[in-house]
């Protein structure tokens, strides 16, 4: 899915689907969002599995196969693989996240690891409908995992980091105060929970984040 991109991603994609005819290239008229476009590719995909990357992170050669396995052979509708965490040159800040072993919608409103780059879900068995994402500016992927599991649906987690999450100066998530406005709209005006309990989570949250930064911050100085 190509959201109106200025670097070389529609010609790449245009050699590879001339030479793999599974590949198709969708362009938006103009740029849309993350969410318009997400919802756009999931409603031209006809596959058994949607899997989630975004043009700044990066995929293991062997991502697809390895998670694939897992969710067969342990029956699960709904994965995340743990993650690296890069820089904007592709150099490890020095921590792997790595997944419970299960989530539900309590768990990740109260430890909210999941990542999109490490998501696959099986449409076989997930409603597609929960799958469309609100067109909110922030936080609308966290929104959608919130909808599948708020269906009943438990996310598995794969203790194998996957996949390798780029933390750049410039992406939406590297303010801290846009980020923490997110975090609340999501709480309180998405999820609608009473305000005890979104303290409580925002206080994970807060917990959590800084935890997850910690790292970098070494790995800078």
Partial sequence: MDDQSTD?????VEKYAKIDDRIHLIQNERNSGAAISRNEALKHSNGRFVAYIDSDDLWDPN???VQLKYMQEHQSAFSCASYRVIDEDGHSLGKDVYMRPQVDY????TNNLLQTIGIVVDLSVVDRKLCIMPNLRRRQDAATWLQILKNGYV???IDE???SYRRTAGSLSSSKVKAVKGVWFLYRQ???L???FSIYCFVRYAFLAVWKRTYVHQHQE
Avoid at 106 to 109: A, D, I, S, T
């Fill in 8 to 12: 070389s991603s529609v010609s790449i």
């Fill in 63 to 65: 991502k697809l196969t």
């Fill in 106 to 109: 309590k768990g990740f409103l």
């Fill in 155 to 157: 996310c598995e987690g």
């Fill in 161 to 163: 980091p996957l996949g």
């Fill in 190 to 192: 998405v999820e609608h």
């Fill in 194 to 196: 009473s305000l005890p």
